[in-house]
């Protein structure tokens, strides 16, 4: 997936002419196609570990919550960005943990059913807490429509997957058969996603694109250091630590760029920074599972 996502993004830079097919307003529906993928492949294990285990999934969704949006914040300060790629920055920031991340946690042998409750919950707890925490950051200097960004993260991510959970519930043999797929389905959508946003902002991103890019690597990475850095200070086995880092450093990128070009279509830079995080984690990511598989820290 880390490979295809940033060859779209390089053909979107060097020939975004060919992509101008592609509009922004794509970018909710291709979203929807990878939750509904998501509710598919959830089943009853997967949510009975938030009841199992409430104290690891709390423990985990409130550093979701504080740390990465905390970090956001602080990085455009930092960097005196700009007020469109400052919005962007902070709403990868706002975001739940990304769907990949439960994959990254399997392939650095950590604990995987506790990505999947993080996971969950924190997309379930997304549609109230992420429009709250944008307005909180960047509230004060561009008007932020709590209500709308409520209803479009239930549009978009809550919706598909309980549509997804309802298939599978209804046509169990469909939804095995589809699971074959999904991941080839959802990389798709995802650096179609990257396509859209890159190829509409290409220009932009060579004259000044590097900043950004430096950004968006700083706060995923510090993000993982955060994260394991937690774990570390509570004393947590390996296994969790690596859960947690791996679920606060990795961002539900492509729901930040939909959000971007919903509500905030005035400032189409802003969804920059959340197809620059789906390009960069996916990588970042794969690196950081060599690293955990090999080396119990």
């Keep these: 997936m880390g490979v295809l996502v940033l060859l779209a993004a390089v053909l979107a830079l060097l020939w975004p002419a060919a992509f101008s097919v592609l509009r922004p307003s794509m970018i909710s529906y291709l979203l929807g196609v990878v939750m509904f993928g998501m509710g598919l492949t959830l089943n009853a294990?997967?949510?009975?570990?938030v009841f199992a285990r409430p104290k690891d999934i709390l423990l985990g969704c409130v550093a979701q919550f504080t740390m990465m949006p905390l970090l956001a914040w602080g990085l455009t300060k930092f960097f005196a960005l700009d007020e469109a790629l400052a919005l962007g920055v902070?709403?990868?920031g706002c975001c739940p943990g990304g769907t990949s991340s439960n994959v990254i946690t399997y392939l650095s042998k950590g604990d995987l059913p506790l990505s999947v409750g993080?996971?969950?919950?924190?997309?379930l707890l997304a549609p109230i807490i992420t429009p709250l925490l944008v307005l909180l950051l960047a509230?004060?200097?561009?008007e932020v429509n709590v209500a709308g960004m409520f209803l479009s993260i239930l549009w978009v991510v809550i919706l598909p997957i309980a549509l997804g959970l309802l298939v599978k519930k209804i046509w169990p043999g469909i939804s095995a058969w589809a699971a074959d797929y999904l991941p080839a389905l959802s990389s798709l959508a995802i650096a179609t996603i990257v396509l859209t946003v890159v190829s509409a902002n290409a220009a932009n991103l060579l004259a000044g694109g590097m900043l950004i890019l430096l950004v968006v690597m700083l706060h995923n990475i510090c993000g993982y250091a955060l994260g394991y850095g937690l774990g570390a200070l509570l004393k947590l086995p390996a296994a969790k630590g690596k859960a947690l880092s791996i679920e606060v450093g990795m961002q539900n990128s492509g729901l930040a760029s939909s959000l971007a070009a919903t509500h905030f279509a005035a400032f189409p830079m802003a969804a920059i920074p959340g197809a620059i995080f789906s390009v960069w984690h996916n990588i970042s990511g794969a690196l950081l599972a060599r690293i955990f598989s090999r080396k119990d820290l």
């Excluded at 509230?139 to 561009?142: A, F, N, V």
Aim: a positive charge.
């Design 45 to 49: 294990r997967d949510l009975k570990i």
């Design 90 to 92: 902070i709403l990868v």
């Design 118 to 123: 993080m996971t969950a919950v924190s997309t």
């Design 139 to 142: 509230g004060k200097s561009i």
